[in-house]
Nanobody
Framework: QLQLVESGGGLVQSGGSLRLTCLAS????????MGWFRQAPGKTRDLVAG???????NYADSVKGRFTISRDNAKNTVYLQMNSLKPEDTAVYYC?????????WGQGTQVTVSS
């Protein structure tokens, strides 16, 4: 079982940057596909960026060119670097880990972008 703890959220002005961090417990972190999702009030939880166990990445169209996902298996950590933030990026951001039928979520971290 994995436990995921996110950090790095906060309040930032439009055009600013934040880096989210997700620290995972467990010895098999490297075998999991990892992702960042976000959920704004009244909206569904949607994929922002994903990275496979082999390091292949994918992004939502709305964040391509602005966000970068990366992982450090030695540190059991996945990152989301967010640049050129917009007010519409405001949401709770969740870290996710998937492998086969296993699916784990963090508690979420709030990101608020002011205009």
């Amino acid at each position: 079982q994995l436990q995921l703890v996110e950090s790095g959220g906060g309040l930032v002005q439009s055009g600013g940057s934040l880096r989210l961090t997700c620290l995972a417990s467990g010895r098999t972190f490297s075998s999991y596909a990892m992702g960042w999702f976000r959920q704004a009030p009244g909206k569904t939880r949607d994929l922002v960026a994903g990275i496979s166990s082999g390091g292949i990445t994918n992004y939502a169209d709305s964040v391509k060119g602005r966000f970068t996902i990366s992982r450090d298996n030695a540190k059991n950590t996945v990152y989301l670097q967010m640049n050129s933030l917009k007010p519409e990026d405001t949401a709770v951001y969740y870290c996710n880990a998937r492998k086969g039928g296993l699916n784990y979520w963090g508690q979420g971290t709030q990101v608020t972008v002011s205009s």
